[in-house]
């Protein structure tokens, strides 16, 4: 009885070691660098430098500016379209709202509940590929289009904060880009329309009349330069592992986007002047 009593307190004891092992082993949650904002991946130091990465932007009475221009007028046809709709929707970067952005394009719903992992991902990404354009936008400081044409805006309420911010480059496009990069890598066989989405994501701003081409061009730079540096970080490639399963997991279960995937398509579809 006695050897019995022994092995019953070993398993006993044993297993309390492991439940307490496991919780130590989880990981702690991420902290929030302000309201609803998570903590990038990357240390402030490793930040892609988007100053000294980026030329200057167009300077007036050049070519490149002359061109900015061009596509900054073409844009304004988009106005109280669907494209202009889907552009509003696309200026939102506030979660759970801006997890449906590539729903479609992964033909699956991007949730916390749904796919935690991924989800504080994709949060964790775009503090890193927004932060990285900040340094270009002090330095230049390079006005919007709508400071300068008059022309209204599709976040009309955002203007105010928008006239304090440097346009060059677009930090949406950054994070966009930055998204579609590892939602591809995460849903390979979606890949391609994960990447347009991306492209539309920043073509959005221009939509918009909040963003010069430069910009959105140069956007997807930095999106780009912060993703390659990601992939030096363990906690990233865990959790990209992570999100990846989790999306195979929504597929299996046949979960519908969240998004209303005939609108999103029909905008994108909608006909436009050519954009020199």
């Known amino acids: 009885m ?24 989880e990981a702690p949650p991420v902290p929030e660098i302000r309201p609803g904002v998570l903590k990038g991946y990357l240390q402030k130091e490793a930040v892609p430098d988007s100053a000294a990465l980026l030329p200057p932007p167009p300077a007036m009475g050049s070519a490149a500016e002359a061109l900015d221009q061009d596509v900054a007028r073409a844009s304004f046809a988009f106005q109280d379209t669907d ?13 759970p709202e801006a997890a449906g952005a590539f729903s479609c394009a992964l033909g699956a719903p991007i949730s916390e ?10 949060r964790r990404v775009m503090t890193d590929a927004g932060s990285a354009t900040f340094a270009a936008k002090d330095k230049y400081r390079h006005a ?34 930055a998204w579609a990069l ?15 989405r991306g492209r539309a994501f920043g073509e959005s701003r221009i939509v918009c009349n909040v963003h010069w081409e430069s910009d959105v061009i140069e956007g997807r730079f930095i999106g780009a ?15 990209l592992a992570a999100g990846k399963a989790e ?17 999103e398509a029909k905008a994108l579809a909608e006909s436009a002047p050519q954009w020199p």
């Open 2 to 25: 006695a050897g019995r009593f022994d092995r019953l307190v070993s398993s006993a004891l044993a297993l309390a070691c492991f439940a307490g092992a496991a919780v130590a082993d």
């Open 83 to 95: 494209r202009w709709r889907l552009a509003a929707m696309d200026a939102e970067l506030r979660f």
């Open 113 to 122: 509940e749904v796919e935690p992992r991924l989800t504080e991902m994709l």
């Open 144 to 177: 919007r289009p709508f400071m300068l044409d008059g022309q209204p805006i599709c976040t009309p309420d955002k203007e105010q904060q928008l006239r304090a911010q440097g346009s060059y480059p677009s930090g949406h496009t950054s994070i966009g880009w």
């Open 182 to 196: 590892v939602l591809a890598e995460a849903s390979p066989d979606e890949s391609g329309a994960i990447l347009a």
């Open 225 to 239: 330069a912060t993703v390659a540096r990601l992939h030096a970080e363990p906690e990233f490639l865990a959790d």
């Open 247 to 263: 999306l195979e997991a929504a597929r299996a279960k046949h979960l519908p986007p969240q998004r209303d995937c005939a609108f």
